[in-house]
């Protein structure tokens, strides 16, 4: 191992241990292996979260700048709100933009640690910056394309955000809290929280330009999770067969995917027979859903299969994503 990397990864990794030791001098080659190891590892995730932060600013900023400022559309949640503030109190949008969304960083320092609330501060400040600094173009006046085009760039650079780790828009960190205390669904409270955004923008503008960012609301809404699930979004399916050894095969040497089986129990018949049974479980992305139904009846027509979406995975044999977080 390089001598200076071998230097930096005993102080990096062993600085705090030898402080409460100071007889640990010395670390054995494995040690240092493995230590290196988590550090490079670490260094990976860090420039990972810091590019998909960097080109999610960037995203955001043209989406607002090209876009919905020239236009004075609006967006849901706190982006919207300083939006709507920005034109109702001629306010610069930067300074709004961080002002507003200062208690759902705390709220998120309280409720996700220091980490969250660091890089959501850093991605906040981030657009905050690039928008006053940087001068991006008008790209069109045509209010369809404004909406939608908007809408597109802003939920781009929110999901790239929150795949690096932080959130540019603190509302959903409020919506969770807020869903904790009262017992609601995160959704209904985001809904409620636009609901008043576009009903502001409908008195103090238009109903016309209300409803132009609904639009864009929309837009950024399905961009968003479009970004973060992707078009292969995980698919978690349970098989219920007499043919499992059979259907297990194929998954593991057809699909190239791993597979838990759990040892169940099968009731049927009036009389409430039962029958011992594999039940098979495995985790494919949404393009191979038609693939292995195609297996699974080829096998057994009759075959039991239950599928549900998954919002992710970690480990285990399957097909990772382009921007696996």
């Not at 876009?67 to 610069?92: H, Q």
């Not at 008195?203 to 992707?230: P, R």
């Not at 049927?268 to 038609?290: A, F, M, P, Q, W």
Request: aromatic fraction near 10%; include cysteine.
């Amino acid at each position: 191992m390089n001598f200076l990397w071998k230097k930096i990864v005993i102080q990096s990794i062993f600085y705090r241990k030898s402080k409460k030791d100071s007889s640990i001098k010395k670390h054995s080659p494995e040690e240092v292996s493995i230590a290196s190891k988590k550090l490079q590892t670490a260094i990976r995730i860090f420039v990972r979260n810091f590019i998909l932060m960097a080109l999610g600013v960037m995203s955001a900023s043209i989406g607002l700048k090209s876009f919905l400022l020239p236009n004075k559309f609006l967006d849901g949640g706190a982006t919207g709100i300083a939006l709507l503030v920005s034109e109702i109190s001629s306010l610069p949008f930067p300074l709004l933009l961080v002002i507003i969304n200062i208690p759902f960083v705390i709220i998120g320092y309280k409720m996700m640690g220091s980490r969250f609330a660091m890089k959501t501060a850093i991605a906040i400040c981030g657009l905050a910056l690039v928008t006053a600094t940087i001068h991006f173009p008008p790209i069109t006046n045509d209010k369809l394309l404004v909406s939608v085009f908007g809408g597109f760039f802003l939920g781009a650079g929110i999901g790239l955000t929150v795949r690096g780790g932080g959130v540019l828009d603190g509302t959903e960190v409020l919506a969770i809290a807020l869903s904790k205390k009262f017992g609601t669904t995160i959704g209904d409270i985001i809904i409620f929280i636009n609901i008043l955004v576009f009903s502001s923008a409908a008195y103090f503008f238009s109903i016309e330009t209300a409803l132009y960012s609904v639009i864009t609301y929309l837009a950024a809404s399905k961009t968003l999770d479009f970004v973060i699930d992707g078009i292969e979004e995980y698919t978690g399916i349970t098989i219920i067969s007499s043919f499992s050894n059979d259907i297990r095969s194929m998954i593991i040497n057809e699909l190239g995917r791993g597979v838990t089986i759990y040892k169940g129990q099968g009731g049927y018949g009036n009389h409430g027979e039962t029958k011992e049974i594999d039940v098979i479980y495995t985790v494919i992305t949404r393009l191979e859903i038609s693939k292995i139904n195609a297996e699974i009846e080829k096998i057994d027509p009759s075959a039991f299969v239950v599928m549900s979406s998954i919002k992710d995975t970690k480990g285990g044999m399957i097909k990772k994503r382009p921007l696996q977080h």
